[in-house]
């Protein structure tokens, strides 16, 4: 079971956020570099937030004795939200005077690609005889992250060193950054660099293996785990990963 987790995000947001969306994808209008990071933290903290709940009902989806789970896209987007609000003191439905629309938008998008994995997932995680869905926080992060990047201008990714899937292989600036925090185990926070003289934002935050990681990912090294792929020998508090998320900016 992999039930990795990333460090609980505070973000103070400021006035003024210019973000331009356009249907059906969604564009970035000039804006403070402060203001994008903030907007790339947030997103994080969002999917994040999904991820937390899937592991949190990763039980109840694996439990091969009962059929409706009662774990539907609705039921997940309160758990979603209150998550969120957990973690950042933002209620996305009663949201501050401080959040502007556009950036409500996005974070909007990102919650409706969530919750239609969720939604797309329902056959499996009903199935009655079956323990192992693979619906998991990482296979929810992908394909929620997935839908949201193919709507929006911004990208966001899941990534690691050693990826299991070829669509979340690090690209040569994820490789690099990975690398560097995987030598600074201490390190919680968000690593933020602007890119292409300033016209790009990348924004990776670390994932590290927990206790309920090492099902999967833990020892002994090379042996199947029970979703088939081998165990990387990990241990807790190990670097698993980092949400990667990249935002074009226009300076007009």
């Known amino acids: 079971m992999d039930t990795m987790k990333t460090p609980s995000i505070s973000i103070i947001l400021s006035f003024g ?22 907007t790339a933290e947030l997103l994080g903290t969002l999917l994040n937030a999904g991820r937390v709940v899937v592991e949190q009902n990763q ?7 009962r059929g409706d789970k009662g774990f539907t896209p609705n039921v997940f987007e ?28 996005l974070l909007s998008l990102l919650l ?12 499996v995680i009903n199935q009655r005889g079956i323990g192992y869905k693979n619906f998991i926080p990482a296979t ?10 193919k709507r929006s201008k911004v990208t966001i990714k899941q990534t690691a060193l050693n990826a299991r899937g070829l669509r979340n292989m690090p690209d040569p600036y994820e490789e690099a950054v990975l ?3 995987a030598s600074q185990p201490t390190l919680t926070s968000p690593i933020v660099e602007w890119i292409d003289g300033g016209r790009v934002l990348r924004t990776m935050l670390p994932i590290y293996y927990s206790e309920d990681c090492l ?16 165990r990387e020998g990990a241990q807790a508090g190990d670097l698993a990963g980092a949400i990667s998320i990249q935002i074009p900016v226009d300076h007009r």
């Open 17 to 38: 956020l210019a973000l331009l969306l356009s249907s059906p994808r969604a564009g970035l209008a000039q804006t403070s570099q402060q203001e994008v990071e903030q």
């Open 59 to 65: 039980l109840l989806i694996n439990d091969p004795g």
């Open 78 to 105: 309160q758990s979603v939200l209150t998550e969120f609000a957990h973690q950042t003191h933002i209620d996305l439905k009663a949201p501050p005077a401080s959040l502007p629309p556009q950036t409500k938008d």
């Open 112 to 123: 409706t690609a969530s919750k239609e994995v969720v939604a797309d997932a329902q056959f």
């Open 140 to 149: 929810f992060g992908s394909q929620a992250a997935r839908k949201f990047s």
């Open 179 to 181: 690398k560097r925090v």
């Open 215 to 230: 099902a999967c990912h833990g020892n002994p090294k090379g042996i199947l785990d029970i979703s088939g792929y081998p």
